[in-house]
């Protein structure tokens, strides 16, 4: 069964600063890697999504990477302001089952 | 162009009433998907609808969940004598292809939030 980890739960930064977050999967046979974001009350918006041939996708201030043998992604957000604050979600396709698989999430804050 | 829309947006319902929640997908999309998700369990998976085939309903909870979807294109998710656990925040997708095609790229609706009292 595909688990997906997001750590850390929680990250509060200050504006400006670049951050990572982090996203693991136990079932590497993934086809493709989505990292999403959710704002509170709101559905899902979706920021990247990585098939499991490339490396990374960037989309302006986001960078996102897959290491599909580790079993692990990461998101990278430069420059942060206070209007990225939100829920980031991490999901991989594929593996054992053919489901989208979320992790719980990181609870982004960047203070003003 | 327009996005996924789901509708009610709230819905409270006594326990033991059944409620039909309603999904419009982006016009084209021939994925559509639904998913549950619960405070402090995430997101997780309930069907998946690809063009005309038959839909994949591994991850519906039990034989009270149900979904169709008419004509390719709006899907309603029928939940038959709610109960006080099945209280969550319900979201539709869709996406232009399947999930391991090119077009796997998934849009969100806004959600419906059941309240099952």
């Known amino acids: 069964k595909q688990e997906v980890t997001q750590i850390p739960a929680a990250l509060s930064v200050p504006e400006g600063e670049n951050l990572v977050l982090n996203c693991s999967f136990t079932?590497?046979?993934?086809?493709?890697l989505q990292w999403f974001r959710q704002d509170p009350g709101k559905g899902l918006t979706s920021l990247l999504l990585?098939?499991?041939?490339?490396r990374e996708q960037t989309s302006g201030r986001l960078n996102a990477s897959l290491d599909k043998s580790s079993g692990r992604s990461t998101l990278y957000i430069a420059a942060s302001q206070p209007g990225d604050s939100a829920t980031y979600l991490c999901?991989?396709?594929?593996?054992?089952?053919?489901?989208?698989?979320f992790g719980k999430g990181t609870l982004l804050t960047v203070n003003p | 162009g327009a996005g996924v829309s789901q509708s009610p947006s709230n819905k409270v319902t006594e326990k033991g009433k059944d409620v039909e929640l309603r999904c419009d997908p982006i016009?084209?999309?021939?994925?559509l998907y639904w998913y549950r998700q619960s405070l402090g369990q995430g997101l997780e998976f309930l069907i998946y609808?690809?063009?005309?085939?038959?839909?994949?309903k591994s991850g519906l909870p039990s034989d009270r969940f149900s979904a169709e979807r008419t004509g390719g294109s709006v899907s309603t998710l029928t939940i038959q004598r709610t109960q006080q656990e099945d209280s969550a925040v319900y979201l539709c997708?869709?996406?232009?292809?399947?999930?391991?095609?090119?077009?796997?790229?998934?849009?969100f609706g806004p959600g419906t939030r059941l309240t099952v009292t």
């Open positions: 609808f690809q063009g005309n085939s038959a839909p994949d």
């Open positions: 999901a991989v396709y594929g593996g054992s089952n053919y489901k989208l698989t």
């Open positions: 990585i098939q499991s041939s490339q």
């Open positions: 079932d590497s046979a993934i086809y493709n």
């Open positions: 997708a869709s996406s232009l292809n399947s999930p391991s095609g090119s077009g796997s790229k998934q849009y």
């Open positions: 016009s084209g999309h021939t994925a």
